[in-house]
C-alpha cells in the first residue's frame, strides 16, 4: 500500500519515482555521537543498553533528533537473538560479540530450541512500539536480522575472526552439522524478523556481514540457500515488507545476492553505483554506497560524492546510505552535514 502518508523511505523501496533518495546511516546510533558516548557511561555494558527498553529507545533516536534521517533503526545487534535458543553470548567493548560455549558438534546443534521472542526478547515489542509513535510517517522505522552464515561464524568461532578458520574447517570437512545450524539459525531469525514487523518495523536489512569471505561457490553452499529461504518465508507472512541485504565485501557477489530474494541489495564502494545497477537489472533497487572514509574528507567533497551517487543510482528505488557502518572516530559534523545535504539533494541536482 503507498498512500499519502506512506513514509519517504518506504516509497522508495516499494520503487516509487522520487526527487531525491531517502537517507539513512548504518550505525547510525553509536560512539560518533557525543550523546551516545555521554549515554554509555551511565550504561557501561551493551547489552543493557540494548535490552532495557528506555536506553535503547533513547540511543535509536539521538539521530533522529540531531539529524532526522528517513529511517531509524532499532539499536541492537545481531547476535541479540542466540540466548532465545539457547546460545549465551555477550558483546564486548571494542571487540564485539563473544560466545563462550561455541557450538562444534551435532550434540550442541540438536540442543538449541526455538525462539519465543516476547519471551527471550521482551524488550523488542516496547521499543519498536515506542519508535513508531515517535516518528510517525516521517520516518520508517527499520528492524534487522544477522543472516544464517554470519550468526554461525559467531556461533561456531565463539568470537569475530580475520581467518574464519573454525567454521571454515567444518564446512569443509563436516558440511553436515555446519547445514543443520544454518536451518535452526536460518529459522530463527524468520521467527524473529517476522516477530519485528509484527511489533512495528515496516522494513528488515538482514547483513550477511561475512559472507563476503566465501568464494562464490562457497557461497551459493552455505550463504545464499539460507538467505532465500529467510527471505521467502518473510514474504510468504509479510509481503507489503521490504527487504534489504548485505554483504561486506560483495563486489565478486551482486549478480548472485540479486537471486537471494531481497528487494534492494545494500551496495558497499568497492563497486561504482552505475556498475552495481548495471549489474543488478532494473527491477532490483539499491542501497549506499558511499566509502564510510569519505565523511573524514571536505564539506565539497562530501557533497560531491553525495551528488554523484545520486546520479549513478537514478531516481528510482535508491535509498542513499554509506556502503557500510559510519566509523567511530567520524566527525560528528561531517555526518550532520551528509543529511542535510542529502536532503537538499533535489535542488542540488536541479543546479548541476
Ligand atoms: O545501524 C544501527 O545504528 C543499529 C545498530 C547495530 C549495531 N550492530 C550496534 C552496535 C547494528 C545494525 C549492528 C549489526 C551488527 N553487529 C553487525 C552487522 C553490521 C556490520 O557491521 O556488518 C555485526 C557484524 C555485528 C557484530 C558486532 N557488534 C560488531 C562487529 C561490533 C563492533 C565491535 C566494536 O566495538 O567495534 C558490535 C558491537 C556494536 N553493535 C556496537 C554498536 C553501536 C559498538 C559498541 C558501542 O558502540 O558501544
Redesign the pocket.
Known amino acids: 500500500m503507498t498512500g499519502a502518508n506512506t513514509p519517504y523511505l518506504l516509497r522508495a523501496a516499494r520503487g516509487e519515482k522520487l526527487d531525491r533518495p531517502p537517507v539513512w546511516m ?6 560518533y555521537m557525543k550523546a551516545y558516548r555521554d549515554l ?1 557511561e551511565k550504561y557501561p555494558s ?1 547489552r543493557e543498553r540494548s535490552e532495557i527498553p528506555e536506553v535503547a529507545i533513547e540511543i535509536s533516536l539521538q539521530p533522529w533528533r540531531a539529524f532526522k534521517p528517513d529511517g531509524v ?1 532499532l ?5 541479540t537473538p542466540l540466548p532465545g535458543i539457547g546460545i549465551e553470548m555477550d ?1 564486548a ?5 563473544i560466545i563462550a560455549n561455541p557450538i562444534r558438534t551435532q550434540a550442541q546443534v540438536d540442543a538449541l530450541y526455538p525462539i519465543e521472542p516476547d519471551e527471550s526478547t521482551p524488550f523488542i515489542r516496547p521499543i519498536l512500539k515506542a519508535l513508531r509513535e515517535e516518528v510517525k510517517s516521517d520516518a520508517t522505522v527499520l528492524g ?1 536480522v ?1 543472516a544464517p552464515w ?1 550468526l554461525a561464524a559467531y556461533a561456531v568461532e565463539g568470537k ?1 575472526s580475520k581467518t574464519y578458520s573454525v567454521i571454515k574447517n567444518m564446512a569443509f570437512s563436516d558440511p553436515a552439522v555446519l547445514h543443520a545450524l544454518l536451518v535452526k539459525i536460518a529459522d530463527t531469525i524468520t521467527d524473529y524478523a517476522c516477530h519485528q514487523i509484527e511489533c512495528g518495523a515496516q522494513l528488515i536489512q538482514m ?1 550477511d ?1 561475512w559472507a563476503g569471505q566465501l568464494s562464490p561457490q562457497d557461497y551459493e553452499v552455505f550463504a545464499l540457500p539460507y538467505q532465500k529461504r529467510v527471505f521467502e518465508k518473510i514474504k510468504a507472512k509479510h509481503p507489503e515488507t521490504p527487504l534489504i541485504l548485505l554483504v ?1 565485501g560483495s563486489a565478486g557477489l551482486l549478480e548472485r545476492m540479486g537471486e537471494s530474494g531481497a528487494d534492494l541489495i545494500s551496495v558497499d564502494w568497492t563497486v561504482d553505483m552505475a556498475d552495481a545497477r548495471r549489474r543488478l537489472g532494473p527491477e532490483m533497487g539499491v542501497q549506499g554506497n558511499l566509502d564510510p572514509g569519505v565523511l573524514f574528507g571536505s564539506k565539497e567533497f562530501i557533497r560531491d560524492r553525495i551528488i554523484d551517487t545520486i546520479k549513478k543510482a537514478g531516481p528510482r528505488g535508491h535509498i542513499l546510505n554509506l556502503g ?2 559510519i566509523l567511530p572516530t567520524t566527525p560528528e559534523e561531517n555526518a550532520a552535514y551528509f543529511f542535510e545535504t542529502a536532503k537538499q539533494a533535489d535542488s542540488l541536482l536541479a543546479a548541476v
Not at 548504518?26 to 560512539?31: D, E, F, L, P
Not at 567493548?93 to 560479540?97: D, N
Request: proline share 3%.
Open positions: 548504518m550505525r547510525q546510533a553509536g560512539r554509555r551493551f533503526i539499536f541492537s545487534d545481531i547476535v558483546i567493548e571494542g571487540k564485539g560479540p534487522f544477522g554470519t569475530g547483513f556481514s561486506s557500510h557502518g
